[in-house]
């Protein structure tokens, strides 16, 4: 099992920056790729931002270069700085490890609210 412990989030004004944090414990192995979906109500969950432990990286198209993900693998943490946020970035923001083996693991979620 592997259980994740997710930070930051917030409120922030449309502009703004945020940035969240999300650290994986228990059974963690290479390769594994970390990252974020999001939420928002009445809608289907979208991909925001992966990472692989080797360092690929894929982003949502929604995201422009607004978002940046990184990791420590050290760490078993993955963060992303959100930049430039807009009022419809406002969603639960949930983190995600993915296993080599096929099996996703959640996280709780933590709310980002932009105001306009």
């Known amino acids: 099992q592997v259980q994740l412990e997710e930070s930051g989030g917030g409120l922030v004004q449309a502009g703004g920056s945020l940035s969240v944090s999300c650290t994986a414990s228990g059974r963690i192995f290479t390769p594994n790729t970390m990252g974020w979906y999001r939420q928002a109500p009445g809608k289907q969950r979208e991909l925001v931002a992966l990472l692989t432990s080797g360092g690929a990286s894929h982003y949502g198209d929604f995201v422009k270069g607004r978002f940046t993900i990184s990791r420590d693998n050290a760490k078993n943490t993955v963060y992303q700085q959100m930049n430039s946020l807009k009022p419809e970035d406002t969603a639960v923001y949930y983190c995600?490890?993915?296993?080599?083996?096929?099996?996703?693991?959640w996280g709780q979620g933590t709310q980002v609210t932009v105001s306009s």
């Open positions: 995600i490890y993915k296993d080599a083996y096929g099996v996703d693991y």
